[in-house]
């Protein structure tokens, strides 16, 4: 190298050092000032139930203003009926959407962001305005034992639909009648009855008829394990597909099945569609009705221009260049059960599965078709297929129908979720888990974890919780100096947004203290505690971590 030319290359080392030392500094500066000075988007949010029909104008307003002062800075917008008596804003009502357009100008204003949920109370989507026709359904089966030869000319019993998770005090007087009343065959298959009357074990959980929360409730099983020893004995009591007989084209409208019974001791199973008794608990009066079909485009498109697009029609969604408003909607947690079939699910089923189902509709009311293996493998299918159409007929197209209105999705994919969680949490832009007050019996922290998985692996950059759910042994015993430690857990496992539970919207003049609350739900964190105006650090600090 010639000498001269030192002179050069030490000046370019130079520059590359100054450089690499600027871009530091600028790193660094950046740090500092986001530490000193976190944007708005780092901070926390609160779940705003409203209780009712209990709103005003001036009380939201308030509400608002409290959260702007305190660094509160999204909104999950819910409402529910949990006991406490009803207000005069009758909900949906043309009052209530002008109240909701009042809420999302005042955010606008304030720079806080309002998450609209997808639909009355805190968990699903649904209301009055789904029929029978286009609700969760399951396929329902009755047996009738037949000994031939003989001639059959009678009317078959109807299935009767299966009891709802909450039970029957879940479903109003009308409520229950169009359930009881709402019932379309599916098929009518005839099969020479067993041996023996060995049915399939967790039948309930297997074919979706019942899906516990393996969630919170420290007594039920985490999972299911196979019963193989007991496959050979089963076998035994197996129904040969090929013995199977679709007498569907047999049974009349009015339920009469006119039919040569062969030799020998016939079961007559007749299978048919019934709504499954999940209703919008807990949603405030005028929203109670029955949850859409998880597995339809149709049914949730009809729901989503009941509701949301309804609301669209009196405010849109908030410009991206404004820092709050209304930008989002979320799906809370799985609590309406499983479901089984759907108007299409046949069809999505041969689609999917590449065989016919309908020789293995026993299996589905606890039957062996051909052998244990083969009628386990059936059940796998069946809820791989009802997985399938709740990720993309449910909330992949509530996520599509948001997306065309302006919308981003939150999810909370957990509870009795008859999808996997992950996949289901996959969809949403922002993953979420949930985790109760320390010390209260429910444990959802693990939900907690699967969010972050979610997120690392579907390359989602925040993850969120609904924090601090409690129960009223918590309720007003919580404040930040307690909940630091649970706080530090959420956030050294990945949750970078807390969503409080719960600001309860107080309708009332501010001199009634504490005002409006949840009855025995949530930590009260809201401007009804004493100590409200105080919490701002406490949430510099969760913005200056997240």
Not at 52 to 59: F, K, L, M, P, V
Not at 133 to 159: I, K
Not at 316 to 331: A, D, E
Not at 335 to 362: C, H, T
């Amino acid at each position: 190298m010639n000498k001269r030319s030192y002179p050069y290359l030490t000046g370019i080392i130079l520059l590359i050092i100054l450089s690499v030392s600027c871009r530091w500094q600028g790193e660094e500066d950046f740090l500092r000032s986001g530490f000193l000075n976190p944007p708005d988007s780092a901070r926390p949010g609160v779940y705003w139930y409203f209780m009712d029909g209990n709103i005003s104008e001036q009380g939201i307003t308030e509400d608002l203003e409290a959260m702007k002062r305190a660094g509160i800075g999204y909104a999950i917008f819910l409402e529910v009926n949990v006991g406490i008596p009803s207000g005069s804003v009758k909900f949906m009502s043309e009052e209530w959407i002008d109240l909701f357009a009042h809420a999302v100008r005042e955010a606008e204003r304030l720079g806080i962001n309002i998450i609209l949920g997808s639909g009355p109370g805190w968990a699903g989507s649904g209301g009055p305005w789904v029929t029978p026709e286009e609700s969760m359904m399951h396929l329902a089966a009755c047996d009738t034992l037949l000994t031939g030869p003989a001639v059959f000319n009678a009317r078959l019993p109807v299935p009767k639909p299966k009891k709802p998770y909450f039970g029957e005090s879940s479903l109003t007087p009308l409520l229950k009648e169009k359930r009881d009343n709402w019932y379309e065959d599916v098929r009518l298959l005839a099969f020479p009855a067993p041996d023996r009357n060995n049915l399939l074990k967790n039948l309930e959980e297997k074919a979706f008829f019942y899906r516990p929360p393996y969630t919170s409730r420290p007594s039920t099983a985490p999972f299911l394990t196979a019963d193989t020893s007991e496959y050979p004995t089963l076998n035994k009591s197996a129904i040969r597909k090929d013995k199977i007989t679709d007498l569907t084209m047999l049974l009349g409208r009015d339920g009469i099945l006119s039919w040569n019974v062969p030799p020998g001791r016939w079961i007559v199973a007749r299978f048919g569609k019934r709504n499954n008794g999940a209703v919008t608990r807990p949603a405030p009066e005028p929203g109670l009705g029955f949850e859409s079909d998880k597995f339809d485009t149709a049914a949730l498109g009809s729901h989503f221009r009941q509701f949301t697009g309804r609301l669209l029609t009196k405010v849109r969604p908030s410009p991206s260049t404004s820092k709050g408003g209304w930008k989002m909607l979320h799906i809370d947690s799985w609590e309406m059960g499983a479901q089984n079939w759907s108007n299409r699910f046949m069809d999505e089923f041969i689609k999917r599965r590449g065989y016919d189902p309908v020789l293995y509709l026993p299996v589905i009311a606890g039957y062996i078709v051909n052998s244990a293996e083969e009628s386990e493998r059936f059940l796998w299918d069946l809820r791989q297929t009802a997985s399938e159409l709740i990720i993309e007929n449910h909330a992949g197209y509530f996520k599509q129908l948001g997306s065309r209105n302006g919308f981003t999705l939150s999810i909370e994919p957990y509870d009795m979720n008859p999808a996997s969680d992950f996949d289901l949490g996959a969809v949403a832009d922002i993953p979420m888990g949930e985790f109760w007050a320390a010390g209260y019996g429910f444990n959802s922290s693990f939900s907690c974890i699967g969010a972050t998985s979610v997120g690392h692996v579907a390359g989602r950059r925040i993850i969120a919780a609904e924090a601090f759910t409690a129960g009223s042994t918590e309720a007003w015993r919580m404040y930040p100096g307690n909940m630091k430690n649970q706080t530090d857990w959420a956030l050294t496992i990945g949750i970078n947004r807390l969503f409080f539970h719960t600001f309860t919207h107080k309708p009332h003049d501010q001199k009634l203290k504490p005002g409006m609350t949840m009855g025995p739900y949530g930590v009260h964190w809201d401007r009804g505690q004493t100590w409200w105006e105080l919490s701002s650090e406490y949430h510099m600090y969760l913005a200056r971590c997240q």
